[in-house]
């Protein structure tokens, strides 16, 4: 059993930046390819990106290519989303999630869940 914790989400101006942390407890994250994915009221939830058990492949939607960078720390059993230009309809509640399989854009494709942080980018 893994639990995911996510931090770092909060209010920021449009071209700002945040840093989302996922902290892992239970098992170490070396085992697990992990992902992103954000959820607005009333929508789907959409796929951020994803990175591979090694950290060495990343891929990411067309809507923040460019823009936010993943990375993990197996070290500290952690893993990042770093988001910068940040713009209004990046505003969601980010949620990071664990997968014993290969690196994958569908949420059906993972484990375990964290319970989501919110971000909001103001206009």
């Known amino acids: 059993q893994v639990q995911l914790v996510e931090s770092g989400g909060g209010l920021v101006q449009a071209g700002g930046s945040l840093r989302l942390s996922c902290a892992a407890s239970?098992?170490?994250?070396?085992?697990?390819?992990m992902g992103w994915f954000r959820q607005t009221p009333g929508q789907a939830r959409e796929f951020v990106g994803t990175?591979?058990?090694?950290?060495?492949?990343?891929v990411y939607a067309d809507s923040v290519k460019g823009r936010f960078t993943i990375s993990r720390d197996n070290a500290k059993n952690t893993a990042y989303l770093q988001m910068n230009s940040l713009k209004p309809e990046d505003t969601a509640v980010y949620y990071c999630a664990a997968s014993r399989r290969v690196i994958s854009n569908r949420g059906q494709e993972y484990d375990y869940w964290g319970q989501g942080t919110q971000v909001t980018v103001s206009s």
């Open positions: 990175i591979s058990r090694s950290g060495g492949n990343t």
């Open positions: 239970g098992r170490t994250l070396t085992s697990y390819a």
